[in-house]
């Protein structure tokens, strides 16, 4: 979906990921100072908006990796939370990744990005 607030059409996505619940506010925080979290279309007076949905992760660290939690061979189950947040213009979803891996504490980050249509 394309979006414009200044005559300038931009592309909307949805950036997903999970992340440790300790962890959760610091995640946050990351994303949305790189601009993701702002509604538009609409009246553009809301920021930091996401959606959270509580979870369980669970992992098994193989040989070579080195969990931030857990232990290498043993299965691991962990409370994450799932967020769900827009970001308006792909410099700004690319922003938003890059602060959420340098924010997040495992070394794999799982998130994924889809781009909205409009219909």
């Not at 994303?31 to 949905?53: K, N, R």
């Not at 193989?62 to 410099?91: D, F, M, S, Y």
């Not at 924010?103 to 249509?117: D, I, R, T």
């Amino acid at each position: 979906m394309t979006v414009s607030t200044t005559g300038i059409s931009l592309e909307r996505f949805t950036l997903t990921f999970t992340v440790p619940t300790a962890y959760l506010s610091a995640c946050k925080e990351a994303i949305f100072s790189a601009g993701a979290g702002q509604q538009y279309p609409g009246s553009g007076h809301y920021t930091h908006v996401c959606f959270e949905t509580p979870g369980i992760c669970q992992f098994k660290p193989e040989k070579g990796a080195q969990p931030n939690i857990g232990t290498v061979g043993e299965l691991v189950r962990v409370e994450e939370i799932k967020v769900e947040v827009l970001c308006v213009g792909r410099e700004v979803v690319r922003r938003a990744v890059e602060k959420l891996k340098e924010a997040h504490p495992y070394e794999e980050v799982a998130y994924g990005v889809v781009k909205l249509e409009d219909f």
